[in-house]
């Protein structure tokens, strides 16, 4: 485990002027992430990003639009993973809102199909009869895919939010906010975003053609799948993200979300009133991508286009079911990935600056929970290998990586320095994937740590929690607590407020095997605190620095506020 050190964000002041709602604790918080205004910390859907810049915006809606109109055969492909699911059902959603009378789906199976638009899949496609193929959060990279759908007369849609490679697919139109030339100036929205974006823009477009009385169908009913989306994929939430991701939360807080999404928050035992970012982080998205990763994401989205409750609270325990084996598969894996890696690093100090781990017994669908798992606990850029399907000579890697370093332009350079190592990549500055010949793995292996020793500055391998200071006594109440809860949506590029102290040890006890409860003295107040995972076998000090979260208290009610202890040392 790396060591970590609690650092201080540098204090902000707020310019506002703010609300009287919103405590000076709270508007403390929003100018240390440079949001001086109310307009620009809670930003609402009036504050949307007109969708004009978006490259390819024009010939996409016009696809669309002839689609519609000729009453043509559209198939919505999506993609196995909780952002690429809530796009397909925006997609078909969206487009049957708007007029179309032919929206079928289709996603590729993680284990057949490999990812996104492949030649396998569009095979496979051919039974649809299609006239005009949508993918979502994928296709930017999936050339050999679309030149078999171009050459079978199909027509191609691409809206993607991946980075482009060096030649754009031979598509009949790309929406894409990164790729070459686009001057949207959000370069950060999700797969789910860019559907819901082209949408609006359609919907303008056959409004000004008279196809619709009024201003049309109302796309925010769409807004509960664009939220979980978001933040299931960890894109950065800046103003425009947060726009869009508050709504959905209004949408899903008063019931209004669709059933599917409703039936999940049941299943996940989750208050709708009080939903959070990180309920849809922790407790919805898994359950979600758990049917891409070790079954057919076929029927997580079933889940989210199905209109009747029995159904979806049917599928929603089928998707549990299967999360719960993910969480298994995932603790074994990890567990044989930390022995592994234990067996030939001695300590922190020796551990390389990049680390691959490869077993020909783990799943493919997982591997990127078990490379997250490792990058945090090493603070190192990590790759996890698995075989395609088994007995397969083809590894599929997940890789994850540390603030600071581009993991994808990482694979990119590697593969420019040598040609035909790596099959294919693609991703984000944080996640990425590729495919490899097993036998290519060695040599990867080697490119790639000494591309990661001449490329990252060593002042990133230094873990740090971020903290936005001490509380003051007056503010460990309630009222403070449910004012940082309800002031989000936080999440990544607009972290939830966490805050550090020393505090006197008045109790503790042992929860649940792992989980350690305290009971801690801060000049004569007593709070209850709770670290997740924290025991590790040692009475804890009299003293401690921790950093922590303020939270509500939920289970015990009335005034009752907890810590959440993020990081615990000795002063």
Not at 58 to 85: E, K, N, Q, S, Y
Not at 122 to 138: G, I, K, N, R
Not at 290 to 319: K, S, V
Not at 519 to 538: E, K, M, P, S, V
Request: hydrophobic share 45%.
């Amino acid at each position: 485990m790396t060591p970590a050190t609690i650092l201080r964000r540098r204090p902000a002041t707020s310019s506002g002027p703010w609300p009287d709602h919103i405590p000076p604790l709270l508007q403390r918080i929003y100018g240390a992430r440079g949001a001086c205004s109310i307009d620009h910390a809670q930003p609402r859907l009036a504050n949307l990003l007109p969708p004009d810049s978006l490259l390819g915006l024009d010939a996409a809606t016009g696809l669309l639009a002839d689609a519609i109109a000729a009453g043509r055969h559209v198939v919505v492909v999506g993609d196995f993973d909780c952002d690429g699911a809530t796009a397909c059902a925006v997609g078909v959603r969206g487009l049957r809102m708007l007029g179309a009378r032919r929206v079928s789906h289709a996603v590729p199976n993680r284990m057949v199909h490999g990812y996104g638009l492949s030649p396998a899949l569009v095979e496979e496609l051919a039974t649809l009869q299609p006239d005009l193929l949508v993918t979502v959060d994928h296709g930017i990279a999936c050339n050999a895919g679309i030149a078999a759908a171009k050459a079978r007369g199909w027509q191609v849609l691409v809206t993607d939010h991946h980075l482009a490679g060096e030649t754009l697919p031979s598509a009949d139109a790309i929406v894409d906010p990164n790729q070459p030339g686009d001057a949207f100036p959000s370069k950060v929205l999700a797969g789910v975003g860019v559907m819901f974006y082209v949408l609006l823009a359609l919907r303008r477009r056959l409004r000004d053609s008279g196809a619709f009385e009024g201003n049309g169908p109302d796309l925010s009913s769409l807004l509960d799948l664009v939220a979980v989306g978001t933040v299931a994929d960890l894109v950065p939430l800046d103003a425009n993200n947060r726009a869009l991701v508050s709504a959905g939360l209004r949408r899903l807080r008063a019931g209004q979300g669709c059933v599917g999404l409703r039936a999940l928050i049941e299943v996940a035992q989750r208050d709708p009133a009080l939903l959070s970012a990180a309920d849809i982080g922790f407790a919805v998205a898994p359950r979600l991508n758990a049917a891409g990763r070790l079954e057919d994401m076929a029927l997580g989205i079933e889940c989210l286009l199905t209109d009747d409750p029995a159904q979806a609270r049917e599928i929603a325990n089928t998707l549990n079911r299967i999360n719960l084996e993910r969480r298994a598969m995932q603790q074994q894996m990890t567990e044989e990935a930390e022995a592994a890696f234990a067996a030939v690093t001695l300590d922190a100090a020796s551990a390389p600056l990049a680390v691959c781990l490869h077993d020909a017994g783990w799943h493919p669908g997982v591997i990127g929970l078990v490379a997250s798992k490792l990058k945090e606990r090493l603070h190192r850029p990590v790759i996890a290998f698995a075989p395609a399907e088994p007995g397969s000579d083809l590894l599929r890697g997940s890789a994850r990586s540390i603030p600071g370093f581009h993991i994808r332009d990482a694979l990119a350079a590697v593969n420019a320095r040598h040609p035909g190592l790596i099959g294919r990549f693609g991703g984000h500055a944080m996640a990425a994937g590729l495919s490899l010949p097993t036998g290519a793995l060695p040599a990867f292996e080697q490119a790639f740590r000494q591309y990661v020793a001449s490329s990252l500055a060593a002042d990133l391998l230094r873990l740090e929690v971020l903290s936005d200071g001490e509380l003051g006594r007056g503010e460990f109440t309630r009222l403070h607590a449910e004012a940082l809860r309800n002031g989000g949506p936080w999440g990544q590029g607009f972290p939830e407020p966490q805050f550090d102290g020393e505090f006197n040890v008045a109790g503790w006890r042992v929860v649940g095997e792992r989980h350690l409860k305290l009971q801690l003295d801060h000049a004569g107040l007593r709070l209850n605190a709770i670290h997740f995972g924290g025991w590790d076998g040692h009475e804890p000090p009299s003293r401690v620095r921790i950093a922590y979260r303020l939270e509500p208290d939920d289970y015990r009610g009335g005034d009752a506020v907890q810590l959440v202890i993020v990081h615990r040392e000795t002063p």
